[in-house]
């Protein structure tokens, strides 16, 4: 058991210095010569938006797919590697609620397509379920798609100064940005924490000892994390900080910028159509 939770404590410090990669590599992909990395951050925002909330209320999995295939296009014309994007989207959160979706088939009723007996139990799998699973899958998978590819293509302080200028609450973009860039200091301390920990440990300890030194190691932790955010506090106050964050880069909305969200919206029009059946399609593609 011992062993084994050491070997949890190796496989948590991994993790966090993939996190630190994946952060620096994400930096580096907002600083890429792409389409998206062109465009102003507040038209991104626009369109990003409306797209998330048109696959929100689309129930065809063909114009859902239709969105997917817009998300990874962006993705690609934005020099976003195709396997890193998949992945990046694909692996947690739609995993996740593909999952959680898995007993739609079973439990909603409809037409049936096929029945399994398992026990002398006989169980039913209706067309319905089915539908609304992939649908839920792929709504979830368009919005995870959609939201990364903004956050990939945009560096933190640009899409900071993007809400601001958007008139988001001041409290919301503050708290945000403080946040984000706290928790990965945060991450930092209790990884060099957790490497000392390891570093004193000259043979196996007990689930007991782990217990109390992970304890431990969570209440310094937030101390010290009360105490540094007490001391940032008192240093931005010094500075004559007065609840928001000045950015030297100014946004301007450029023609392009104009038309790429025109265009963008626009292409939301026939999707929206074919939902309400104005405009037709195959009849093997009506799902």
Not at 74 to 79: D, E, G, I, N, W
Not at 201 to 225: C, E, F, H, N, Q
Not at 248 to 256: E, F, G, K, S
Request: aromatic share 8%; hydrophobic share 55%; glycine share 4%.
């Amino acid at each position: 058991m011992a062993m084994g939770l050491r070997r949890m404590v190796h496989l948590s410090v991994r993790e966090v210095l993939q996190k630190f990669r994946d952060v620096m590599f994400q930096d580096r992909i907002a600083r890429r010569e792409g389409l998206l990395q062109s465009i102003d951050p507040r038209a991104k925002i626009v369109v990003i938006v409306a797209l998330i909330f048109t696959a929100v209320f689309l129930k065809k999995i063909v114009t859902l797919v239709a969105i997917l295939f817009l998300a990874v296009l962006l993705a690609m014309l934005s020099k976003i590697s195709l396997r890193f994007f998949l992945l990046r989207t694909f692996v947690f959160i739609p995993l996740f609620s593909a999952v959680i979706a898995i007993p739609l088939p079973f439990i909603v009723g409809g037409e049936t397509i096929t029945s399994i007996a398992l026990g002398g139990i006989l169980i039913r799998v209706s067309r319905e379920g089915l539908l609304q699973m992939v649908q839920f899958i792929l709504r979830v998978w368009v919005c995870v798609s959609l939201s990364v590819l903004l956050v990939l293509t945009t560096t933190w302080p640009k899409l900071m100064h993007a809400l601001a200028r958007m008139r988001v609450p001041r409290v919301f973009v503050l708290i945000a940005d403080m946040t984000y860039r706290y928790l990965f200091y945060f991450a930092d301390m209790l990884y060099k924490m957790l490497l000392a920990r390891e570093s004193r440990l000259t043979g196996p300890i007990g689930m007991m000892d782990t217990m109390k030194t992970g304890a431990s190691a969570v209440g310094a932790l937030l101390v010290r994390a009360y105490e540094h955010g007490e001391r940032v506090y008192l240093a931005m106050k010094s500075r004559g900080f007065c609840g928001s964050i000045e950015i030297l880069d100014n946004l301007t909305l450029r023609p392009r910028d104009i038309t790429f969200m025109i265009l963008l919206i626009l292409s939301i029009i026939p999707l929206i159509l074919v939902e309400v059946h104005a405009l037709p399609l195959p009849s093997h593609l009506l799902i």
